[in-house]
């Protein structure tokens, strides 16, 4: 099978020299193994233990000089992939980081805090990295090698040319056994046995949720709701689930990668965090799975652009809030890059809305960004450029 080119993968490779270990993390199934093994191919004295063995495990967690002596102690570079899966790694973790000069590497399922429990004992001895599913540049590289990531730079005429590959990552999303499956029914196949998959191993074994009946429920809600603002008590209402439940499921489908929540941007912090969030998913495809709708021409169609934006920006690390004001003036995202706020509005349609002139004649950013499938050309209102770019251009305006 094609090995789809990460980015991280260089990342990784510039922290080979250091000592610190190498923590992937990320969603079940987004590529950490693969991504690790691929980078292993390029070096020697390699060596890859899994904790799905549980000969391996047991050893890991109660004979752990012996398994350095056969594991550890002979190569030069160690992955260790399933991390989550050992109770109490992190003590044993910061004992072999301690004795032994080997470049380990480690990856888990869900976020730091919660695949590897470890982290506390590894203040100061660990990297950690997120691997998402593939994000609509490492998607193009595969679809179309042949035009590369200078296409999202390119011309309008360019952007127009992308239109149906945009439209297939709108409905499949960035799951790389996804993008690379033939069909549109193999890959809704495969999205359903990572929704269960994700059930089963992430919610079941590790985070020994015992009734996840409440959090499937949650998670067909919020899927109705992408790019809306949170009404708690509706959504207890509609899931059966109490408050406080309520905010520790919400955690949990943020800390396994599965909904962002988005805050409230405001001068006044303390005010900021009262507000209530708006969610997306991280990988629209599982989104599409979870309400059973892969269609192009859909009522929801606004709300997945939206989606897409946010997937993308939180790949790039992006910090973003929204805009709300008590008289309803809403503006998509902001973000806050350099000290500067940017606001960004994304439209069907290229046209400034009210509530974007508003957001400008409150903050008077020097740049604003309209992001449409079909973008006009730039404008200005007073001293703050009104960017028209395309909306499959959004990973590479902000580098």
Known sequence: ??????????????????????????????????????????????????????????????????????????????????????????????????????????????AADMAIQSLKFLVGRVLIFTLYTLSFKEFLRYKVPEMGEAALKGSKIVARQLQPYVEEYLSYGGYPEV??????????????????????????????????????????????????????????????????????????????????????????????????????FVDIGFRNFVIKNFNKERPDRGALLENFVYSELIREEKELRYWRTKAKAEVDFVLEEKGEVIPIEVKSQPKITKSLQSFIMAYHPKIACLLSLHPDEDKKIGATQIRNAPLASVSSLFP
């Open 179 to 280: 993008v690379l499956a033939d069909t549109a029914e193999e890959k809704a196949v495969l999205l359903k046995n990572i929704y269960n998959t994700y059930f089963l191993r992430e919610i079941k074994e590790i985070i020994q949720l015992s009734d996840d009946f409440k959090l499937r429920e949650l998670v067909k809600a919020l899927a109705l709701q992408i790019g809306s603002i949170i009404n708690y008590q509706e959504l207890s209402s509609l899931t059966g689930v109490s408050f406080p439940e309520l905010k520790q499921n919400l955690n949990i489908l943020e800390k396994t990668f599965i909904c962002g929540l988005l805050r409230n941007f405001h001068t006044n912090k303390r005010q900021e965090l009262r507000k209530s969030p708006k969610v997306y």
């Open 1 to 110: 099978m094609r090995y789809i080119e990460r980015a991280l993968e260089q990342a990784l490779e510039k922290y080979l020299k250091r000592k610190e270990i190498l923590a992937v993390v990320g969603p079940r199934q987004a590529g950490k193994t693969t991504i690790v093994e691929h980078l292993f191919e390029k070096l020697e004295h390699t060596h890859k233990v899994s904790f799905d063995d549980m000969d391996l495990l047991d050893l890991f967690q109660n004979d752990i000089k012996s398994f350095i002596d056969i594991h550890i102690k002979p190569f030069r570079y160690v992955f260790i992939d399933e991390i989550q899966y050992a109770k109490g790694s992190g003590k044993s973790l910061k004992f072999i980081f301690d004795t032994v000069p080997t470049k380990l590497f480690i990856s888990g399922s869900s």
